[in-house]
């Protein structure tokens, strides 16, 4: 986690790496453990974008925790993840939906509806549709995450923030601008009350109200947000971290409107 808020991803996987290489027998000796840590190294490897790695190491986490008793969240959670990596190819939506279902059916029947895990399934279905265009169901789905998130955490949680954000992102591509901004602000106030300062979470929700703003014709809102956000996680984000390139892109591009309007 460290790693991965620092944008080093690559580093974390090393490490997840140079751990099941130490422990060669571990597969085969200690199945659940050896899962527990080959997941982890497939969501770093999903972080840090080597799908073709993740997926593999993803899969084989899957064959050993069908082979168990379903105990805990484990396979929902390997299921779950195998989605994420699999929806990053369009063409290979329909088997996303497929693994996203069994580790929702799986999730309802362990924690009941009204659950944060729940939500992060219903969430990842949300966005699938919306990549497919269907609008209207993704729309429903954030706002039935939102609902089972509200419900779990009253008092606010990161995770319910993020939920937020992303319900905010895809009604600012439906061009419901009004309702996008009400959802981006309340997410980025929670993470305001509730995250450090030099938070990436945090820089990305002024990064995407800064976008919805510039969008709108307010720019010198939009570039403050901007220079807010870089500001924070200057002395941590790598210059190649992809929050810090688009917040100086974004930035630029607001300085340039605002020098074009003189």
Known sequence: EVYRNLGAETDAVQILEEALAAYPELERREPARWAETAFLL???????????????????????????????????????????????????????????????????????RDHAEVATVVQNL???????????EALRGFEEAAAILARAWPAGHPDRATELNNWGMALFEANRLQDAEQRLREALAMRERLLPPDH???????????????????????????????RAIAAKARPEHPLRARLEENLAAAAAELRAAG
Do not use: K
């Open 126 to 136: 949300a966005a699938l549709d919306l990549g497919r265009g269907r609008v209207e």
């Open 42 to 112: 497939g969501v770093a490897q999903l972080r840090a974008n080597q799908l073709e790695a993740s997926e593999r190491n993803l899969r084989a986490v899957l064959a050993v925790r069908r082979a168990q008793d379903a105990s805990d969240d484990g396979l929902a959670s390997a299921l779950n993840t195998l989605g994420v990596v699999v929806a990053r190819q369009p063409e290979r939506a329909g088997e996303a939906e497929a693994l996203y279902r069994e580790a929702l059916a799986l999730r309802i029947a362990w924690f009941g």
């Open 200 to 230: 990436p979470h945090l820089a990305g929700s002024r990064n995407n109200l800064g976008e919805l703003l510039q969008f709108t014709g307010r720019v010198e809102e939009a570039a403050a947000l901007y220079q807010d956000a870089l």
